[in-house]
Each structure stands twice: as C-alpha cells, then as structure tokens.
C-alpha cells in the first residue's frame, strides 16, 4: 500500500475562535514538520467537554481553492493577491470543523496554509491523475494509507481522483477511520462501479468488526443510482438521508441541480448523527443579484454532526 507524501503537521495550541479575531490570519507560521515529526497526542484526560463535544465533518471538493467562476474579474484579484488561503479557512472556521476532507485539493503549499489558519493536521493523498485529496483534522492524525487496495497495487484506470483512508483519534482516545474519497465524474457509472468494490473489500474487515468509520468526500454520484446502493447495502448510513430535510443538492453553488457530495457513516458513530446539510450559504455561494459575486467552489461544502454522547 502507498504511504502519502509528506504533510505538515499544525497543533492545536488555539481556539479557532481566536482565529477569527486575529486580523490577517497569521496562523502558525513557520511550524511546518517533516513526516517524520510527531503529531500533538490525543489527550485521554480531556476535560469532559471536549470529549463529549458534538464531532463537526465537513466533505469538499475544493476546486483546487481558485474559486468559481475562475473567470470573474474578483476571482482573478483574490487569487492574485494570494487571498483565497485566508477566504478559506475564515469560511470554514465560522463551522468549527474537527474533520474536513478536500476533494481537489490546490498545491500543498495552499494546503499548508489553510490548515496552519484552522490550526489543524493534515494528510494528503496523491492522485492517480491530477486530482489530489486531503484530509485535515483538529485531531492527530494515524495510520494513512494512499489507496489501499485489497491485494496490491491500484489498477491505473481506478482511483484517478483520489482515496485515502487514516484514523483519527479522538480526544477520549477512540479511534475514528475515515476515508477519504472522490470517485469518477464520467457520466457512465462503469468506472466508480468497479472503484466502490474495490473500496468495499479493503473496508469489510473494519466494517465487519463494528468499527466507527466515515467516508467523506465527492463520490460523483447521486442518491438514486446503482453506485449508492452498493454503500448502503454493505452497511454505510447516507447521513443526509438519515437527518436531512429538502434535496441536500450540492453542486453548482450558483443554482444547484444535484448531490454528489457525501458524508456517510458506519459503526456506532452512525447511530449518533444529528445534522446533516449542504452549505448553501454565506461564500459558499454566489450572490445571484451581483453578476461579479462569485463562490470560493463549484461545489457546497455537506456538513454532518455527530453527538458523541449519545
């Protein structure tokens, strides 16, 4: 199994809340770590609060954070001005994420610079094309394997987006897996309905075993296909379907028309969702009375709570 490339490794030694205060975001500059370097270790006597706080996950696929439309006059200006970092991660800061995972993730210098803002970890997971992911937490971060295929290594027409699975240990000292995804956009559903079994097999021993386990990310499919039944089946709990109200629609972030991006659970953790929603607000969005407005992404971010004291 591959090992992702290098990331940095961000501690957590301020509230997000003080983020939001400081102006220009500054973060934690200049606390860039080698793979080598040691996460900040879950703390098993947390104070109770913090480890029965609500877990907040947010998927999405981030356009590679050169915002949408990339041909807007504002949009040019924002990213020339080495802007769209900051824009990020105050928007998603005002969510007060734990786990968040990128679909389209820019290069890993943007990446580094968002997840310093959120104060967070973070582990990037190669591509097979062009389309590398990311998966950031507040939490430390372990164990994350690139494509982890049953038996070898990933045929080269699967996976060309991304898929890496880690786990994240919460602050109780519970292990959580998550895995990290975006599946392929081809209108014809015979690529992602060969990606999904072979997803399927490196996730049924953790899935057989009741483990608490979520799969973010863009799967490039809507609820009514063929392609989410076969999560549904093996086990994996649609959150929106289970706590959400209207469509969930997630893409474009103008006038969405579909939901293809997912926050599924499995394990007990499934048993514990509260919220589960598309961001369809704030810059998220465009402003359909401002013709310059534009959104940080074609996609809406999908939003999911967990009460861990359930």
């Known amino acids: 199994m591959n090992v992702p490339e290098c990331s940095s490794l961000v501690s957590s030694a301020t509230s997000r809340r003080r983020f939001l205060r400081r102006a220009g975001g500054a973060g934690l500059a200049g606390l860039g770590a080698t793979c080598l370097a040691p996460f900040v270790r879950a703390d098993p006597f947390a104070r109770e609060e913090e480890r029965t706080r609500p877990l907040r996950v947010i998927a999405y696929n981030v356009y590679e954070c050169t915002g949408w439309p990339k041909d807007r006059a504002m949009v040019k ?3 020339a001005a080495g802007q769209m970092p900051d824009r990020f991660a105050r928007e998603l800061a005002l969510y007060e994420p734990d786990v968040i995972n990128f ?3 820019p290069d890993e210098k943007v990446v580094q610079q968002i997840a310093e ?4 970890h973070h582990v990037r ?3 097979g094309g062009n389309w590398p992911g990311t998966l950031l937490s507040r939490f430390e971060i372990v164990d994350p394997q690139n494509a982890p295929v049953v038996g070898g290594e990933r045929p080269a027409d699967l996976f060309t987006r ?14 959580l897996i998550v895995h990290s995804a975006h599946l392929h956009p081809a209108p014809e559903p015979d690529v992602r309905l060969r990606e999904i079994p072979a997803m399927l097999a490196s996730m049924r021993e953790d899935l057989n075993a009741g483990r608490s386990m979520l799969l973010i990310g863009d799967l490039n499919h809507t609820p009514d296909v063929a392609e989410h ?5 093996a086990g994996w709990v649609d959150t929106f379907v289970k706590v959400g109200a209207g469509e969930g629609l997630t893409i474009k972030a103008d006038e969405p028309t579909r939901r293809i991006d997912y926050v599924m659970a499995a394990g007990p953790i499934a048993g ?3 919220e589960s929603r598309p961001l369809f607000e704030g810059a998220f969005r465009t402003n359909p009375a401002d013709p310059q407005s534009f959104a940080l992404s074609d996609h809406l971010p999908q939003l999911a709570v967990f009460d861990l004291a359930k």
């Open 125 to 127: 997971f190669p591509s």
């Open 272 to 274: 514990q969702i509260v």
């Open 162 to 175: 991304h898929w890496g699975r880690a786990t994240v240990k919460l602050p109780g000292g519970e292990s």
């Open 77 to 79: 200006k924002a990213t």
């Open 229 to 233: 039944r076969l999560w549904t089946d």
């Open 103 to 105: 679909s389209e993730s």
């Open 117 to 120: 803002r959120l104060e967070m």
